[in-house]
């Protein structure tokens, strides 16, 4: 295998394993990097993921509705509507809001959410979908939890009573399950009593051909049979080096290379937490959980490349968006901070489509008895973590 990178306005070329280094006699190329399959069958990611999103152009006849709640810029609300449905998004942030309304076809709404709020009023709602704020439970923030300004679930299950939709999904940290295990039981003990069985699960969006490894905890609230998403086996676990490979480099659009106290930096960090392998993302494997934390700022985890002069390199907006596996056409708003922000903080739209889909099959089933509800909730909390 080989490695093409494109930097200072060359183009330079590694065979995996040798110490050579090659410049390429080419104009400054548009490619960031290109893996050469191992077995030479064709796999392009890009293409993969305009296949898997395809850019709205006519108006459709309404299908099944879904309410975005903390919408953040539509990484979920994507992942749906490719998946079948239309969608409502609602979101505080700006900046976040343009970006969703730049890209998708629902209406995101700029709004703080609270409780007995009325969202809809002239259509039905089938499904409540949402990503409530995550940093009181993130094990690398405070773990407030329910103590926190920002938690949204007195929101969330709000709108459940309000518009009793047929299923109810939402996404946060692993880090809920650890300190804030009690506010969890408590969320899941109010979604029972409003009359739906609960299934919870931890996902690795790696599975579902993410280019990273970012565990998520996914619960459903159902009154329909509900199966997860199976893992995606076609193409294995898709590498940093083929989510990158063409990556178009923006006219403008400088690197920002770590400077020599960085890198002192990141050396100390790495030796002090006693790190085996460097943290510089490896063309060979998935990347580490994109957050906007490592994806924006200079931090000791950062996500960084190394060049073949030695040089080190922070990603890209565009790098950072293929990582968390939107399409090239979907395009972010604000300044950069935001975009990264918005990027970093977003669920992957390849894994909101894998639940998608497994949603849109679950809402034309018949309903639950209310025995089944009961015995499922019985069973609760015997259901394994991974599949």
Not at 213 to 235: D, G, Q, Y
Request: glycine share 8%; net charge neutral.
């Amino acid at each position: 295998m080989c490695w093409t990178w494109c930097f200072d306005g060359c183009v330079y070329r590694a065979l995996e394993g040798a110490s050579d280094i090659v410049k390429l006699p080419q104009a400054k190329a548009d490619i960031v990097g290109e893996p050469v399959n191992r077995d030479s069958s064709k796999f392009d990611y890009a293409l993969l993921l305009k296949a898997e999103f395809p850019q709205q152009t006519i108006a459709r006849s309404p299908r099944p509705l879904a309410l975005d709640l903390f919408a953040g810029c539509g990484g979920l609300a994507l992942g749906f509507e490719a998946a079948g449905f239309d969608t409502i998004g609602f979101e505080m942030d700006q900046d976040a809001c343009s970006t969703y309304n730049g890209n998708l076809s629902g209406k995101c709404h700029q709004l703080f959410l609270k409780p007995d709020m009325e969202l809809v009023h002239d259509r039905h709602v089938d499904i409540i979908i949402g990503g409530p704020p995550c940093q009181p439970f993130s094990v690398v923030g405070s773990q407030r939890g329910k103590h926190d300004d920002r938690d949204g679930f007195p929101a969330f299950l709000s709108a459940m009573r309000r518009y009793e939709p047929k299923l109810a999904i939402f996404e946060n940290v692993r880090g809920m399950l650890y300190r804030n295990r009690g506010y969890f039981e408590l969320i899941r003990t109010e979604m029972r009593d409003l009359g739906y069985a609960i299934s919870w699960r931890l996902l690795n969006a790696v599975d579902f051909r993410v280019p990273q490894n970012r565990e998520r905890l996914v619960v459903v609230a159902h009154r329909k049979e509900w199966k997860f998403p199976a893992h995606n086996s076609t193409h294995g676990q898709v590498t940093v080096g083929q989510a990158l490979a063409g990556v178009t480099v923006q006219d403008g659009e400088p690197f920002r290379f770590l400077t020599e106290s960085m890198d002192k930096y990141v050396a100390t960090y790495e030796a002090k937490s006693k790190c085996i392998n460097p943290r510089d993302l490896s063309m060979e494997r998935p990347s580490r959980t994109v957050t906007c934390r490592n994806l924006a700022a200079a931090t000791a985890d950062m996500l960084r490349i190394k060049m073949p002069d030695g040089r080190r390199r922070m990603l890209t907006e565009r790098e950072g968006a293929r990582l968390q596996s939107f399409p090239d056409w979907f395009t972010f708003s604000g300044p950069e901070a935001k975009r990264f922000e918005q990027i970093g903080n977003a669920v992957a739209p390849l894994f909101a489509k894998a639940i998608g889909k497994a949603a849109l099959d679950a809402i034309s089933l018949p309903d639950l008895s209310e025995i089944r509800i009961r015995q499922m909730n019985e069973l609760d909390e015997q259901i394994r973590l991974y599949a």
